[in-house]
Structure formats: C-alpha cells, structure tokens
C-alpha cells in the first residue's frame, strides 16, 4: 500500500522545509516533512479552523490530529494559560509538533502519539480541535474521531472541525448532529467550512 499522510511511521526519506505563515495577527514558523499533512503551506482549511476558533482562558485544549502543529501551536500562543494536548498517529508528525512548539515559544504543552483518543484515555477536555482525516475513512476514522469527542469533552465543552463542503461536509455535519444533538457553522470561506458542537 502507498503512503499516506496517516502513516503511522513514514517510510519516504525525511526533506525538510519551512512553512511561513501569519495567523491570529502572529507570525509563525513551521518545520514541515515529506510524509505529513500539507508540506508546502499552511492548508487553507486549517488556516478557517485556526481563524475562527473559540478558545477559552484556560483549562485543556485538544489538538487531534495535530499534523506538523500548527492548531496546538497557535492555541497555545494565543492563550497561555491553556494546557494544550496534541495527539497523531503519524510519528513524524508528532516530532515536528514538538520542535515546532519550541520554535514558536509555546511552553508546556503535550504531544503523544497514537490512535484518535488512545493517547488521552481518561482525560477531558474543554475543547477538541481539529482538520479530520478524512482521507482515512469518514466511517473508519471520522466518526470514532466524532463520537470520541462527546466521551473527551467536559459538559459545556465544544468539538470544533473544519471540513471541506463538498467533502464530507454534509456527511460529517450529521454525524455531530447525531452525536451532540446539535452543530452549528462558526465559520466558511473557501470552499471550506468550521463545524461546532456543543456537549450537554
Ligand atoms: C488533515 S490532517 C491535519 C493536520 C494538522 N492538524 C493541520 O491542520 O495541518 C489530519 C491529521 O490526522 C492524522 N491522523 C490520521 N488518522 C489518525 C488517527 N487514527 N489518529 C490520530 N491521528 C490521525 C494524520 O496523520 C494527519 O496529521
């Protein structure tokens, strides 16, 4: 099987770049690698999520899927009194996620690798962020990625995603709706648009 961006442990020989970007009004710099999500740039739909997300004062943060960092990296500058968690399955993204909270400032914040919520068995959080795989499978990985979230939340807790609207869009809007019982659109621009749901 050929590699994808979800590999668990990339096997393509590691080529380094540097990905430049302003984000929230804040410059921002981001080692990137072959093998993970969105080399070249900042992916546009991660640039909505980052733009329009809610974050709160503090409390934990949940980065999933958190690719070469950039959604834990900016929560985390943005608010440092967040405890900000980052999880992938993808190893040589999780590496990235660390050097490049380092790069950018951001102190205290937790990266594991592994499978969706294996890596936080137990925790909850008052935010779940991400840019889902939807490559991997909108059954096999979205919707465990989803109804994961309602388990992982605290009450009062929001899930915020970004997807494509043409891909998966609908598909995922209804499977927060199944979920949480209600999801919202905070934000769209691109093609793309920012789901949120609300745990009770
Ligand atoms: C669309 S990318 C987004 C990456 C990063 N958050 C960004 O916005 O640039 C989705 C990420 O989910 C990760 N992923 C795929 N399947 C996963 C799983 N089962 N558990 C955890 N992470 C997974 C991929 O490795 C990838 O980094």
């Known amino acids: 099987m050929g590699e994808h961006y979800f590999s668990e442990k990339p ?31 900042v992916d546009r739909g991660t640039r909505l999520l980052v733009e329009s997300m809610v974050l709160p004062g503090e409390g ?33 993204a999780v590496s990235l ?20 919520y294996e890596p936080v068995e137990g925790m909850r959080f008052g935010v779940v962020l991400s840019n889902p795989p939807i490559s991997a499978g909108l059954r096999r990985v979205v919707g465990p990625l989803v109804e994961g979230a309602v388990v992982h939340l605290e009450s009062g807790g ?16 209804s499977m927060m709706e199944d979920a949480f019982g209600g999801v919202e ?10 789901l949120m749901s609300v745990r009770d």
Not at 23 to 37: A, C, K, M, N, P
């Open 185 to 194: 659109v905070l934000a769209r621009g691109g093609g793309y648009r920012v």
């Open 158 to 173: 929001s899930l915020q995603v970004v997807v494509q609207s043409r891909k998966g869009g609908k598909a995922l809007a």
């Open 97 to 116: 996620a660390r050097l490049n909270l380092e790069r950018n400032g951001v102190e205290g914040a937790v990266v594991r690798q592994g499978d969706l």
């Open 60 to 92: 934990r943060v949940l980065d999933m899927g958190c690719g070469y960092g950039v959604v834990g990296v900016v929560a985390g500058r943005l608010a440092p009194g967040l405890e900000v968690w980052m999880t992938d399955i993808n190893e040589r």
């Open 11 to 41: 096997s393509s020989p590691e080529r380094r770049g540097l990905v430049k970007s302003r984000l929230r009004g804040l410059d921002f710099g981001f080692v990137t690698s072959s093998g993970v999500f969105s080399v070249r740039r």
